[in-house]
């Protein structure tokens, strides 16, 4: 098992989370893992009813990968406690409001996937976790970022942090103190203010890859040509004026990789100088012609198109 790189994956158009290995069998059910219990690495029981769990998992201690979501828990099983391998929980779309302290004795644990769930305030235990370098927010209207912000910092492996879907109007200021963080994920935030997001963006020295897909962008601030960037992900955003966006976008010095895939595109702007040094250039689901397809490709001779 082993965390990829987010930018690597990007640069293969797949913009995806943990990535298992190829050999790893995911168990659906405790009574199959149990037959097994010494080979288990990946047990998903999302939507099952957790019957006799906290007796059972103790037979299932090389369990690595964790899927809890959509199972009505309004708290977690304690019988968690004995996994002491696992490295990656995702109890997503539940009812639970805080993480038992147990957790910190999971010191393997590097993602915590919490989306869909009712958390106002940070469980502080993730900040005793060694190895934890990424956290899903998502879907967590009622939670405080800014205080939130104040024990992310100490979390000091994190570098991918998911907040979509939370109502974001603005970026806590002390957001800027997430020294490691390489990759945020904003989606679903319409009414954020990007002008003032992207000042604060600008001053993460390890940042890399921003995603605002799905995010209602009518235009891109010029501010955003002050953070650093090697990956941008403009995915559904049909309302995008793509002539002043590029404008901007050929600002971003160190820009690698841009997404723009599902945009209702059917040609881009004449001039595309600003996008010649991209490595990556994602234009799939939109309605290009073959001739304009060609035309783009033949501006962009050092640039992988991918329609």
Same mark, same amino acid.
């Given at each position: 098992m082993q965390i990829k790189s987010r930018f690597l994956l990007l640069c293969l158009c797949c913009?995806?989370? &943990?990535?298992?290995?190829? =050999?790893? &069998?995911?168990y659906t059910s405790l009574e199959e893992a149990l037959e097994? +219990?010494?080979?288990?690495?990946? #047990?998903? #029981?999302?939507? %099952? %009813? /957790?019957?006799?769990?906290d007796e059972k998992i103790k037979r299932l201690k090389n369990v690595k990968v964790l899927f809890l979501s959509d199972c009505n828990l309004k708290k977690l099983p304690i019988g968690i406690k004995h996994l002491k391998q696992l490295e990656l929980l995702k109890v997503q779309n539940n009812q639970l409001s805080t993480l038992p302290s147990y957790l910190k004795h999971l010191n393997q644990l590097s993602v915590v996937n919490m989306a869909g769930n009712s958390f106002r305030r940070f469980p502080r235990v993730l900040a005793h976790l060694p190895h934890l370098r990424e956290i899903d927010l998502t879907d967590n209207r009622s939670l405080d970022l800014s205080k939130a912000t104040r024990h992310l910092m100490k979390i000091k492996q994190l570098d991918y942090l998911y /907040? =979509?879907?939370?109502? /974001?109007? $603005?970026?806590? +200021?002390?957001?800027?103190?997430?020294? $490691?963080?390489?990759?945020?994920? /904003?989606?679903?935030? +319409?009414? #954020?203010? #990007?002008?003032q997001a992207s000042k604060v963006l600008a001053q993460l020295p390890s940042l890399k890859i921003v995603n605002l897909a799905n995010s209602d962008l009518k235009r891109l601030p010029t501010e955003i040509a002050l953070v650093q960037l090697r990956g941008l992900v403009l995915d559904h955003n049909h309302n995008l004026k793509l002539g002043p966006a590029l404008d901007v976008i050929g600002q971003l010095e160190t820009l690698e990789v841009l997404l723009l895939r599902n945009n209702k595109l059917t040609v881009l702007p004449q001039k595309l100088e600003g996008l010649a040094k991209l490595k990556v250039l994602e234009l799939s689901g939109n309605n290009f012609s073959a001739a304009e397809k060609e035309r783009i490709q033949s501006a962009l001779t050092q640039t992988r198109v991918v329609f």
């Open positions: 913009v995806c989370g &943990y990535v298992s290995g190829q =050999n790893s &069998y995911r097994n +219990p010494e080979k288990v690495r990946w #047990l998903d #029981l999302s939507g %099952k %009813k /957790l019957i006799d769990f /907040l =979509n879907r939370n109502n /974001l109007s $603005t970026l806590p +200021p002390n957001m800027a103190q997430l020294a $490691t963080l390489e990759e945020i994920h /904003l989606e679903y935030n +319409p009414q #954020l203010e #990007l002008s």
